[in-house]
T-cell receptor, first 114, second 114 residues
Framework: EAQVTQNPRYLITVTGKKLTVTCSQN?????MSWYRQDPGLGLRQIYY???????DKGDVPEGYKVSRKEKRNFPLILESPSPNQTSLYFC?????????????FGSGTQLSVL | AQTVTQSQPEMSVQEAETVTLSCTYD???????LFWYKQPPSRQMILVIR??????QNATENRFSVNFQKAAKSFSLKISDSQLGDAAMYFC???????????FGQGTRLTINP
């Protein structure tokens, strides 16, 4: 089944404790991206990747890191999480680009930073 | 800044009735794409409909159709014969020129009354 797999689904952590949210797609998509969803703000892009070893900042990249060592994986890293990073996070992928094609989304990660 | 505005935070409709969700966007370009995504309580993001701006014809997908008014920069979603499974948060999205992302509106929560 074609899908974007995101883990974990829920995560509670404390300020400053490094964490990684994993994302993997099995559709051989070149484009992958991370969004965060906050009430009243919709979804906002954090980082995106056009292909292996090609990543770039989105609208809200502060406090986040990403890497794209393999085509299928695009982990989101929070080196020192803070309470303002409490949010619902989505990984998304598409075949070539993330602006004109259908985006395939993961099932989301609800992160709470205490 | 590119913006997408959904002015109705919440809407409700009786089962089997028709409801229209509003969306306006800001752009100076003539070629772009617009999307409606549905987010049910499962949190999964599901593409409902996609519209290419250069196409005059309004996109339709079964009970879902759009009213695309290019000059007014309006992109409303009409749901006919509403069903209980249509209850969800609906997001309107637009692709800013030259950016590999979507800009999402704030969302409209749709409730279906039996």
């Amino acid at each position: 089944e074609a899908q974007v797999t995101q883990n974990p689904r829920y995560l509670i952590t404390v300020t400053g404790k490094k964490l990684t949210v994993t994302c993997s797609q099995n559709m051989n998509h070149e484009y992958m991206s991370w969004y965060r969803q906050d009430p009243g703000l919709g979804l906002r892009q954090i980082y995106y990747s056009m292909n292996v070893e090609v990543t770039d900042k989105g609208d809200v990249p502060e406090g986040y890191k990403v890497s794209r060592k393999e085509k299928r994986n695009f982990p989101l890293i929070l080196e020192s999480p803070s309470p303002n990073q409490t949010s619902l996070y989505f990984c998304a992928s598409s075949l070539y680009q993330g602006s004109r094609e259908k985006l395939f989304f993961g099932s989301g990660t609800q992160l709470s930073v205490l | 800044a590119q913006t997408v505005t959904q002015s109705q935070p919440e809407m409700s409709v009786q089962e089997a009735e028709t409801v229209t969700l509003s969306c306006t966007y800001d752009t100076s370009e003539s070629d772009y794409y617009l999307f409606w995504y549905k987010q049910p309580p499962s949190r999964q993001m599901i593409l409902v409909i996609r519209q290419e701006a250069y196409k005059q014809q309004n996109a339709t997908e079964n009970r879902f159709s759009v009213n695309f008014q290019k000059a007014a920069k309006s992109f409303s979603l009409k749901i006919s014969d509403s069903q209980l499974g249509d209850a969800a948060m609906y997001f309107c999205a637009h692709n800013p020129t030259g950016a590999q992302k979507l800009v999402f509106g704030q969302g409209t929560r749709l409730t279906i009354n039996p």
